[in-house]
T-cell receptor
Framework: AQSVTQLGSHVSVSEGALVLLRCNYSSSVPPYLFWYVQYPNQGLQLLLKYTSAATLVKGINGFEAEFKKSETSFHLTKPSAHMSDAAEYFCAVSGGNTGFQKLVFGTGTRLLVSP | NAGVTQTPKFRVLKTGQSMTLLCAQDMNHEYMYWYRQDPGMGLRLIHYSVGEGTTAKGEVPDGYNVSRLKKQNFLLGLESAAPSQTSVYFC????????????FGQGTRLTVV
C-alpha cells in the first residue's frame, strides 16, 4: 500500500526566498508521484508529476521536484517565492499500472509568503 | 472546455436531511472519484468508480452512497446527513493508467447543522 508524509503543515517564506516543501513516500511498487496546488476556494491543480522518466521534474510556475529513490523523497522546490505562490500544496502517490491504483494524498502543506 | 463540473457549490443541510452531489466530466475518463477534504487531514477517498455501472468503497465510505449510471456522471448521496459530514467534497476523474493525473472539480462546501 502506498502512503505519503508531508513534513510541516505550514511553511513560511519571504518573497524572493527559496521554497522547499517536503514529501516522503512509501510504496511497494515503483511509484508515480504528483504535486498538486490548491488556491483558496478552488479545486486541485496539477503542478508536476514523476512517471519514471527524468528524476528531476519541472512543473508550472517555476516549481520543480526531484525523485530520490534512496531517500524515498519527492521534495518540491522553487528558487524564488512570489506572493502568488501562497496556497496549499499536496503530494500524492499512486503505484504501478495494473489494476486500480488509488491516488493517495498527503495531509498538505500551506505555504505562506510574506512581503 | 469544462473538465470536471460539480453541483452545487455550496449547501447547508439540517441533520437527517438527504441530498445528492452531482459530478460531470467531459474528458471520457474511465475512473471517477469522490474525496472529502477536512483541515489537517488532506483528501480522503470516499468512493470511486472504474467504469460505468461500477462503484467501490474508498477509505471513508460510511454514510455515503454513489452511483455511476453514465460514464460521464458520478453521483454522491447522503441519505441522512450528520454534522460529521460537514466538509468540502471534491470529485475527480482520470484515465486508468497510474501515471496520468486526476482532474478535479471546484468542490462543494457542505455544512450540516
Amino acid at each position: 500500500a502506498q502512503s505519503v508524509t508531508q513534513l510541516g503543515s505550514h511553511v513560511s517564506v519571504s518573497e524572493g526566498a527559496l521554497v522547499l516543501l517536503r514529501c516522503n513516500y512509501s510504496s511497494s511498487v515503483p511509484p508515480y508521484l504528483f504535486w498538486y496546488v490548491q488556491y483558496p476556494n478552488q479545486g486541485l491543480q496539477l503542478l508536476l508529476k514523476y512517471t519514471s522518466a527524468a528524476t528531476l521534474v519541472k512543473g508550472i510556475n517555476g516549481f520543480e521536484a526531484e525523485f530520490k529513490k534512496s531517500e524515498t523523497s519527492f521534495h518540491l522546490t522553487k528558487p524564488s517565492a512570489h506572493m502568488s505562490d501562497a496556497a496549499e500544496y499536496f503530494c500524492a502517490v499512486s503505484g504501478g499500472n495494473t489494476g486500480f491504483q488509488k491516488l493517495v494524498f498527503g495531509t498538505g502543506t500551506r505555504l505562506l509568503v510574506s512581503p | 472546455n469544462a473538465g470536471v463540473t460539480q453541483t452545487p457549490k455550496f449547501r447547508v443541510l439540517k441533520t437527517g436531511q438527504s441530498m445528492t452531489l452531482l459530478c460531470a466530466q467531459d474528458m471520457n475518463h474511465e475512473y471517477m472519484y469522490w474525496y472529502r477534504q477536512d483541515p489537517g487531514m488532506g483528501l480522503r477517498l470516499i468512493h470511486y468508480s472504474v467504469g460505468e455501472g461500477t462503484t467501490a468503497k474508498g477509505e471513508v465510505p460510511d454514510g455515503y452512497n454513489v452511483s455511476r449510471l453514465k460514464k460521464q456522471n458520478f453521483l454522491l448521496g447522503l441519505e441522512s446527513a450528520a454534522p460529521s459530514q460537514t466538509s468540502v467534497y471534491f470529485c475527480a476523474s482520470s484515465s486508468p493508467q497510474g501515471y496520468t493525473e486526476a482532474f478535479f472539480g471546484q468542490g462543494t462546501r457542505l455544512t450540516v447543522v
